[in-house]
């Protein structure tokens, strides 16, 4: 068990493997579209995954913990929540499957190499400077709006790192599908499979689950819906089987 936890952190249980996560309310925890990407996205036996933006490591974990990979690795700017992330990884044994960076993501293709992956996942920020609600922490404001990389800097330093025919996941918001097509095409990450999900049946998607493949034909397929909540206000059976519960 661990025993470095420090002043205001806790241990989270994922629900998979047995594995455990160290988060720190008030800065920034990972949320439901983490979990949705972790499911939708898939590393093939053999295959290394790269998450951009990784935050305390839940996609690579959660990633590892559904997948065959071979290994897999997080990159993230910000000291804190990178140090987290590596203290969970070795919290959990992963510390030979998983490597965490601390780096900046548009300089990403140089620190990992052209060609250098089969997978790629990002949970990037969705809001663009000062749209929607700035949050006063400076932690959570990064995580949230693209205040260090935009969405150009992702899919650039993508379309550099995949290997050829290599995916690219990622889980955004609706409106800005038309400017997501858009830059994927223009850097050869064609958009293959999407997935909408609703908070409600009656209500407007508020994700997008989005994945790409570097130099493929233009074809792309939209699954069924997700829905999240019951008009009850609890958990489709969907969503408890992907949280595990």
């Not at 590596?86 to 992963?94: E, Q, W």
């Not at 990622?170 to 095409?185: D, Q, S």
């Given at each position: 068990?661990?025993t470095d936890l420090?002043?205001?952190e ?11 996560i160290i ?5 920034f925890?990972?949320g ?9 996205a898939?590393?093939r036996?053999?295959e ?10 839940i996609?690579?974990i959660l ?5 065959e990979g ?7 700017i910000?000291e ?13 044994g ?9 780096g900046?993501?548009?300089?990403a293709a140089?620190l ?5 992956f089969?997978v790629i996942?990002?949970n990037p920020?969705?809001m663009?400077g ?7 922490k400076?932690?959570?404001?990064i ?15 993508s379309?550099?790192i995949?290997?050829p ?11 800005r599908?038309p ?10 990450i ?7 999900v609703y908070?409600?049946?009656d209500?407007?998607?508020n ?5 790409g ?9 939209a699954e069924?819906?997700?829905?999240v909540?019951?008009?009850n206000?609890?958990y489709t059976?969907?969503?408890r089987s992907l949280y595990?519960?």
């Amino acid at each position: 068990m661990i025993t470095d936890l420090k002043p205001g952190e806790r241990l989270d249980d994922l629900q998979i493997k047995g594995y455990e996560i160290i988060q720190k309310p008030g800065t920034f925890c990972f949320g439901m579209d983490a979990v949705l990407l972790s499911s939708f996205a898939s590393v093939r036996e053999g295959e290394a995954a790269l998450d951009l933006g990784t935050g305390t490591g839940i996609l690579p974990i959660l990633l590892e913990a559904k997948n065959e990979g071979s290994r897999y690795a997080g990159l993230e700017i910000q000291e804190e929540s990178a140090d987290m992330a590596r203290r969970s990884i070795l919290h959990n044994g992963l510390q030979d499957k998983i490597d965490i960076v601390t780096g900046d993501i548009r300089e990403a293709a140089g620190l990992f190499g052209a060609a250098s992956f089969h997978v790629i996942t990002t949970n990037p920020p969705y809001m663009i400077g000062d749209h929607g609600l700035k949050n006063d922490k400076e932690a959570l404001y990064i995580a949230r709006h693209e205040a260090l990389v935009s969405l150009e800097d992702i899919l650039r330093e993508s379309a550099k790192i995949l290997r050829p025919k290599g995916r690219f996941y990622m889980v955004h918001r609706p409106f800005r599908l038309p400017e997501i097509f858009a830059k994927m095409c223009s850097f050869k990450i064609e958009p293959k499979r999407i997935r909408l999900v609703y908070p409600y049946v009656d209500k407007e998607p508020n994700m997008v689950l989005i994945e790409g493949l570097k130099d493929g034909r233009p074809r792309m397929q939209a699954e069924p819906p997700l829905i999240v909540y019951e008009k009850n206000g609890e958990y489709t059976e969907e969503l408890r089987s992907l949280y595990g519960v």
